[in-house]
Nanobody, 122 residues
């Protein structure tokens, strides 16, 4: 079982920045593809970004590409989401997720954190 704990959310003005962190435990961190998702009020959860086990491959949603950066530190079992140029429409609960690397890229994520609230004021 993998435990994921997010931190770093909060309230920020439009144009500002936040960095989210997600600490993983319970499994070898390099056996996991890591991702970030978000869910805004009244909307379905959506993909934000993911990163391969070694950090060499990243994918972003069109809505955040160029503003958000996902990274990981395998020595600290932690994945990060640096969010710059934040917009009010980025307001959501942000979730960290993990998927076993042996699973297909199209497979659902296996483990989820509890989420951290990000609120961007206009």
């Amino acid at each position: 079982q993998v435990q994921l704990v997010e931190s770093g959310g909060g309230l920020v003005q439009a144009g500002g920045s936040l960095r989210l962190s997600c600490a993983a435990s319970g499994r070898t961190f390099t056996s996991l593809t890591m991702g970030w998702f978000r869910q805004a009020p009244g909307k379905e959860r959506e993909f934000v970004a993911n990163i391969s086990w070694g950090g060499g491959s990243t994918t972003y949603a069109d809505s955040v590409r160029g503003r958000f950066t996902i990274s990981r530190d395998n020595t600290k079992n932690t994945v990060y989401l640096q969010m710059n140029s934040l917009k009010p429409e980025d307001t959501a609960v942000y979730y960290c997720a993990a998927r076993l690397v042996r699973r297909a890229p199209s497979a659902d994520y296996d483990y989820w954190g509890q989420g951290t609230q990000v609120t961007v004021s206009s």
